[in-house]
């Protein structure tokens, strides 16, 4: 993983006048032309549109009136709209789907002159935990390419861990952002269910889907939310909350800091030598002022079951739109409306799309409505109100982002059940609603790469980058 | 929690999918699988708890309603597989038994 840059070190050599954007630009564009024939991290590559951008953002500098994020070169999850280019969510259903708007966040990244470089491979539609799920082509993990990157914002992820991007855009349904963020190597960062529109993010699971952000720094992280947190009339789900400056939680230690470690987390089917990291982390958290102490959220083991219900229920619903009439993929020479449907469909969704669409149908079907999904809306409630009382007493959760480290390609591929049992650690948040930061802290014996989980109150992202940037500059990394 | 080959018919006709043999049987065995995995929710007790639909509820949100910029027509069609005067072109769907 040589010649990563992060945004703050090409910052200070473009005020020196050292390089400029156009030159930065072209530099990633080579790397990905180059380097992602191994990775297949990217579906789109955005070169014409990027050089455009760099131009008028070098003038822009001349002029100097350049925004805040001049000079970071970012990935975005092909799930999320960006005006003229195409939008896949890594399905053949939406293979030619061209956006015809920005998505809110896109907006706000151009107008702080952030340099949008390509849109990243991923599981289709966000559904699965690996990234194999893509209609074109499976991501390889850059730390060994016979392993997958996590999903699904596998292709994101890849585009930090291998340098050819220095921050991305990913979508975290279940741990979409933070998985992959922890099988790469590389800071991933889920906010609070609201903190960012999601105008323009095409919907998988509309009550847990969130836009996230994966960086190669804490301090990169914090950047980027700076600029795309905020309410937005265009998503009545976008939050009013305050939003404070970021970068002033970085410089802050963890003296006094109230720190709970849910023992459900550290059970059967974690890994010895993840827990062993985990464990360092803790003393050196302990070590530097703060209170670290076992708590229990009792119901995590039900995050799962309680998860892939409500998750596959909305799935259903908000998939119901591609039906081959408004926009992608229509079987062709079909003169029938009620086939076309079904064969446009048949055709366009691979198989972990149709499993999903499938279970949600059956669990909102007549019958079983309350046994499966207000259950488990009602289990929801319950695991929210675990969390609520263990933040009575911490200021932030810790513990493992996975189970494991990065896993082989085609091992749970025909094994639907464990690769849901992959997203053990992460799908409480969203249900819980609250943000959640991986930290990258360690390798295993095989040199792969291990991820640090913190959770906050709802909003309380400051919190998680605090944490989060505090571990990076106290470890030592291998 | 048993599902049945007529099951999994039934769902994929309400879902708008169509099925070979041999994956109605795949499909059958993984629903039959998840089912009884999320079945242990039937553990809690839930009696009296309050549903979670959304996490950041703060109630309904209200804006005026004003007329603003939309998508032009043409934009708005430039995605679609067939369309026709305007519109989008689907096939015939009257005098149709």
Same mark, same amino acid.
């Given at each position: 993983?040589?010649?990563?840059?992060?945004?703050?070190?090409?910052?200070?050599?473009?005020?020196?006048?050292?390089?400029?954007?156009?030159?930065?630009?072209?530099?990633?564009?080579?790397?990905?032309?180059?380097?992602?024939?191994?990775?297949?991290?990217?579906?789109?590559?955005?070169?014409?549109?990027?050089?455009? @951008?760099?131009?008028?953002?070098?003038?822009?500098?001349?002029?100097?009136?350049?925004?805040?994020?001049?000079?970071?070169?970012?990935?975005?999850?092909?799930?999320?709209?960006?005006?003229?280019?195409?939008?896949?969510?890594?399905?053949?259903?939406?293979?030619?789907?061209?956006?015809?708007?920005?998505?809110?966040?896109?907006? %706000?990244?151009?107008?702080?002159?952030?340099?949008?470089?390509?849109? +990243?491979?991923?599981?289709?539609?966000?559904?699965?935990?690996?990234?194999?799920?893509?209609? $074109?082509?499976?991501?390889?993990?850059?730390?060994?390419?016979?392993?997958?990157?996590?999903?699904?914002?596998?292709?994101?992820?890849?585009?930090?861990?291998?340098?050819?991007?220095?921050?991305?855009?990913?979508?975290?349904?279940g741990?979409?952002?933070?998985?992959?963020?922890?099988?790469?190597?590389?800071?991933?960062?889920?906010?609070?269910y609201?903190?960012?529109?999601?105008?323009?993010?095409?919907?998988?699971a509309?009550s847990l889907?969130?836009?996230?952000?994966?960086?190669?720094?804490?301090?990169?992280?914090?950047?980027?939310?700076?600029?795309?947190?905020?309410?937005?009339?265009?998503?009545?789900?976008?939050?009013?909350?305050?939003?404070?400056?970021?970068? +002033?939680?970085?410089?802050?230690?963890?003296?006094?800091?109230?720190?709970?470690?849910?023992?459900?987390?550290?059970?059967?089917?974690?890994?010895?030598?993840?827990? @062993?990291?985990?464990?360092?982390?803790?003393?050196?958290? @302990?070590?530097?002022?703060?209170?670290?102490?076992?708590?229990?959220l009792p119901h995590a083991d039900y995050g799962i079951a309680t998860y892939y219900l409500i998750c596959t229920a909305e799935?259903?619903?908000?998939?119901?739109?591609?039906?081959?009439?408004?926009?992608? $993929? %229509?079987?062709?020479?079909?003169?029938?409306?009620?086939?076309?449907?079904?064969?446009?469909?048949? @055709?366009?969704?691979?198989?972990?799309?149709?499993?999903?669409?499938?279970l949600g149908?059956y669990v909102l079907?007549?019958g079983y409505y309350e046994a499966y999904y207000r259950k488990a809306q009602k289990v929801r409630t319950i695991i929210r109100q675990d969390y609520e009382r263990?933040?009575?007493?911490?200021?932030?959760?810790?513990?493992? +982002?996975?189970?494991?480290?990065?896993?082989?390609?085609?091992?749970?591929?025909?094994?639907?059940?464990?690769?849901?049992?992959?997203?053990?650690?992460?799908v409480s948040?969203p249900l819980a609603g609250?943000?959640?930061?991986?930290?990258?802290?360690?390798?295993?014996?095989?040199?792969?790469?291990?991820?640090?989980?913190?959770?906050?109150?709802? $909003?309380?992202?400051?919190?998680?980058?605090?944490?989060?940037?505090?571990?990076?500059?106290?470890?030592?990394?291998? | 929690?048993?599902?049945?080959?007529?099951?999994?018919?039934?769902?994929? /006709?309400?879902?708008?999918?169509?099925?070979?043999?041999?994956?109605?049987?795949?499909?059958?065995?993984?629903?039959?699988?998840?089912l009884?995995y999320v079945n242990k929710l039937n553990e809690l007790n839930t009696d009296g708890v309050e549903p979670t639909y959304y996490v950041q509820h703060?109630?309904?949100?209200?804006?005026?309603?004003?007329? /603003?910029?939309?998508?032009?027509?043409?934009?708005?069609? /430039?995605?679609?597989?067939?369309?026709?005067?305007?519109?989008?072109?689907?096939? /015939?769907?009257?005098?149709?038994?």
């Amino acid at each position: 993983m040589t010649g990563k840059s992060d945004f703050q070190s090409v910052r200070q050599l473009l005020a020196a006048g050292d390089i400029n954007c156009q030159d930065l630009t072209q530099q990633y564009i080579e790397k990905i032309n180059e380097g992602d024939k191994k990775f297949n991290a990217f579906i789109s590559i955005l070169g014409e549109m990027a050089r455009e @951008q760099a131009v008028a953002v070098d003038r822009k500098m001349a002029e100097g009136r350049a925004g805040r994020l001049t000079g970071m070169i970012v990935a975005v999850k092909d799930i999320i709209s960006m005006k003229g280019t195409r939008t896949t969510c890594g399905s053949k259903i939406l293979k030619n789907y061209i956006s015809p708007y920005d998505a809110t966040v896109i907006e %706000r990244l151009k107008a702080e002159d952030a340099i949008l470089i390509g849109k +990243t491979n991923m599981d289709e539609f966000g559904m699965g935990s690996s990234s194999e799920n893509s209609a $074109f082509q499976p991501v390889k993990n850059p730390y060994d390419l016979e392993r997958i990157p996590g999903g699904s914002s596998g292709g994101s992820a890849v585009a930090v861990s291998a340098g050819m991007a220095m921050s991305a855009l990913g979508t975290d349904t279940g741990g979409s952002v933070r998985q992959p963020a922890a099988l790469t190597g590389v800071v991933g960062l889920r906010p609070t269910y609201g903190r960012i529109s999601r105008y323009g993010l095409i919907a998988f699971a509309s009550s847990l889907d969130q836009i996230g952000i994966l960086s190669q720094t804490v301090t990169d992280c914090a950047e980027i939310l700076q600029v795309i947190a905020g309410r937005d009339d265009r998503d009545s789900t976008s939050s009013d909350q305050p939003i404070p400056e970021y970068n +002033t939680f970085l410089s802050r230690d963890v003296k006094g800091l109230q720190i709970g470690m849910p023992s459900e987390f550290f059970g059967e089917g974690l890994d010895k030598e993840i827990k @062993q990291e985990i464990d360092k982390i803790a003393d050196l958290l @302990q070590n530097g002022g703060a209170n670290v102490r076992e708590v229990s959220l009792p119901h995590a083991d039900y995050g799962i079951a309680t998860y892939y219900l409500i998750c596959t229920a909305e799935a259903s619903s908000n998939l119901a739109r591609y039906d081959g009439v408004h926009y992608g $993929f %229509r079987k062709d020479h079909l003169t029938e409306l009620e086939s076309m449907y079904t064969i446009t469909r048949s @055709q366009g969704f691979g198989d972990e799309v149709k499993r999903r669409i499938m279970l949600g149908t059956y669990v909102l079907s007549a019958g079983y409505y309350e046994a499966y999904y207000r259950k488990a809306q009602k289990v929801r409630t319950i695991i929210r109100q675990d969390y609520e009382r263990v933040f009575k007493t911490c200021d932030i959760i810790i513990g493992p +982002t996975t189970p494991t480290t990065a896993f082989r390609l085609g091992e749970k591929s025909h094994d639907p059940l464990r690769m849901y049992l992959s997203d053990i650690y992460t799908v409480s948040a969203p249900l819980a609603g609250v943000p959640s930061i991986s930290v990258p802290i360690g390798k295993d014996s095989k040199g792969l790469p291990i991820g640090f989980q913190i959770t906050a109150k709802p $909003f309380g992202e400051g919190q998680c980058l605090r944490v989060a940037h505090w571990i990076e500059k106290n470890i030592n990394h291998q | 929690m048993r599902i049945q080959k007529e099951d999994v018919e039934k769902i994929a /006709k309400l879902a708008k999918l169509q099925f070979s043999e041999d994956e109605i049987e795949k499909f059958r065995g993984h629903l039959e699988e998840i089912l009884t995995y999320v079945n242990k929710l039937n553990e809690l007790n839930t009696d009296g708890v309050e549903p979670t639909y959304y996490v950041q509820h703060a109630g309904d949100v209200m804006r005026e309603d004003r007329v /603003k910029p939309s998508l032009p027509r043409e934009e708005a069609l /430039k995605n679609a597989p067939a369309q026709d005067k305007g519109f989008f072109r689907v096939p /015939k769907v009257i005098d149709q038994t």
